[in-house]
């Protein structure tokens, strides 16, 4: 079992930038896909990104051209790279693991979640 932590959320103006971790700890992440989700208030969980094991990333199309995946396989850490912040950006932001070790979309195929992590944009 993995046991996921995200970090390096908090408050941005609009326009700025922010980095999250996901890192995990229990066992590596190798072979998995990991994914980022957000959830702001009154609104359902939505997908924002994903890494499958090889390197193959997938984006939503709101954050496309704005959010990087990357992985660093020796601090056992995935990052969410986000620029150019919007105040719709404003949400929970929390990491998954999937065992199928794909860029899955759906929520629904992964097995393993952080708590999450604030980010506030303000205008």
């Known amino acids: 079992q993995v046991r996921l932590v995200e970090s390096g959320g908090g408050l941005v103006q609009v326009g700025g930038s922010l980095r999250l971790s996901c890192a995990a700890s229990?066992?590596?992440?190798?072979?998995?896909?990991i994914g980022w989700f957000r959830q702001a208030p009154g609104k359902e969980r939505e997908f924002v990104g994903a890494?499958?094991?090889?390197?193959?990333?997938s984006y939503a199309d709101s954050v496309k051209g704005r959010f990087t995946i990357s992985g660093s396989s020796a601090k056992n850490t995935v990052y969410l790279q986000m620029n150019s912040l919007k105040p719709e950006d404003t949400a929970v932001y929390s990491c998954?693991?999937?065992?199928?070790?794909?860029?899955?979309?759906?929520?629904?195929?992964?097995?393993?979640w952080g708590q999450g992590t604030q980010v506030t944009v303000s205008s």
């Open positions: 998954a693991a999937t065992v199928s070790g794909l860029e899955s979309t759906s929520s629904r195929a992964y097995d393993y």
């Open positions: 229990g066992r590596t992440f190798s072979g998995y896909g």
């Open positions: 890494i499958s094991w090889t390197g193959t990333t």
